[in-house]
């Protein structure tokens, strides 16, 4: 106990006992506290690759669907040389050769991010 003081000394101890108490637990407090933002960023993390695999799912079905409409558009008698030319020419091609790109790109930055 502590001395006396113009203080009760039963007041003195438990506030002794409450700075005690706040102080011995105070690091199981900030590594739980740690645990818990650690546990959230993981967490973001694995949303934002579940929404990144969504996106490529999508723009691959936006590719496909621009070369299947580019194989049902060409005629079926034209040589191959026509064929070429209509490629070249076709904004069709533009679209799924920058579609292709982004894919590309995104990727690369898949496999960056995943070293």
Known sequence: MASDTPVNSQITDAVTQSNL????????QSMATAYQVLAQSVGVSMQNAVANQQNMNTIDSAIVSQGISLL???DAAADASSVKDSLKESSDTEILSTLQAIISELKTAKAQSSE
């Open 21 to 28: 108490t706040v102080l011995g637990n105070a690091p199981a």
């Open 72 to 74: 049902f558009n060409l």
